[in-house]
C-alpha cells in the first residue's frame, strides 16, 4: 500500500523480549514515521525521520527505538517488550506529490504477554 | 499543542442516506492542512479526502465532501448515499508544515441495511 511494506504482519511476543518491527519503501522519499493505535485513543506518533541519517521523537517514544541508516528502511525496535505495548503499529510516509498527505502500510498488530 | 477531537464515538446510518461526522481542531497556525481517514475491518489506513486550510471552497471526492469552517475550526465529513462498504472506523487528522499527523479519537460508523 502506497509503496510501504511492514513486517510481520502479526506477532505474539513474551514480555522483556526484544523486538523489531520493519519497514521498507520503495519511492525513496525523504521523510518516514511510525504511529501506534490503540482502542479509544486514535493513532499516535512513536518516532519520525525526516531524511537519512536523522530521527526524532514522537509523542509517545518511550520504550521504543528507530534508526534510519539509508532512505528506504526504518525499523522500530522494542527492547524490552511490556503488555502496554500491545498494539496495531503503522509505518507511513507522505505523498509523492502531495507531501503533506501521509500514506500508511498495513500495519503490525504486536500482542505482548 | 495541536489537538483533534471527534465527539461522536460511534454513528450509524441507513443505506442509502446520508450522515455527517463531525471534527474539531485547535491550533495557533494559520497555514494547515486536515484529512479524514477511513479504516475499514482490514485495518487498512485509507485516505477519504483532503483540505488545504488556505483553500475557502470544501473538498469533494465522489460521495464525501467536508464543510470546512475556519473560523470555527470544525471540519466535518458529509457521506451521501451511504453503502454497505462505508461501514469503517473514520479518523479526522491535521497538520502542518512538518507534515507529522494528530488525530482524533475516532468515529465508528455502521451502515444499516
Known amino acids: 500500500i502506497a509503496g510501504i511494506t511492514q513486517a510481520p504482519t502479526s506477532q505474539i511476543l513474551a514480555a522483556g523480549r526484544r523486538m523489531t518491527l520493519r519497514c521498507t519503501q520503495d519511492m525513496r522519499h525523504n521523510a518516514m514515521y511510525w504511529y501506534r493505535q490503540d482502542l479509544g485513543l486514535g493513532l499516535r506518533l512513536i518516532h519520525y525521520s525526516n531524511t537519512a541519517g536523522t530521527t526524532g521523537k514522537g509523542e509517545v517514544p518511550d520504550g521504543y527505538s528507530v534508526s534510519r541508516a539509508n532512505t528506504d528502511d526504518f525499523p522500530l525496535t522494542l527492547a524490552s517488550a511490556v503488555p502496554s505495548q500491545t498494539s496495531v503499529y503503522f509505518c507511513?510516509?507522505?505523498?509523492?506529490?502531495?507531501?503533506?498527505?501521509?500514506?500508511f502500510g498495513e500495519g503490525s498488530w504486536l500482542t505482548v504477554v | 499543542a495541536q489537538t483533534v477531537t471527534q465527539s461522536q464515538p460511534e454513528m450509524s446510518v441507513q443505506e442509502a442516506e446520508t450522515v455527517t461526522l463531525s471534527c474539531t481542531y485547535d491550533?495557533?497556525?494559520?497555514?494547515?492542512?486536515l484529512f479524514w481517514y477511513k479504516q475499514p475491518p482490514s485495518r487498512q489506513m485509507i485516505l477519504v479526502i483532503r483540505q488545504e486550510a488556505y483553500k475557502q471552497q470544501n473538498a469533494t471526492e465522489n460521495r464525501f465532501s467536508v464543510n470546512f469552517q475556519k473560523a470555527a475550526k470544525s471540519f466535518s465529513l458529509k457521506i451521501s448515499d451511504s453503502q454497505l462498504g462505508d461501514a469503517a472506523m473514520y479518523f479526522c487528522?491535521?497538520?502542518?508544515?512538518?507534515?507529522?499527523?494528530?488525530f482524533g479519537t475516532g468515529t465508528r460508523l455502521t451502515i444499516i441495511p
Open positions: 487528522a491535521f497538520n502542518f508544515g512538518n507534515e507529522k499527523l494528530t
Open positions: 507511513a510516509k507522505p505523498g509523492a506529490y502531495s507531501g503533506n498527505t501521509i500514506y
Open positions: 491550533t495557533s497556525e494559520s497555514d494547515y492542512y
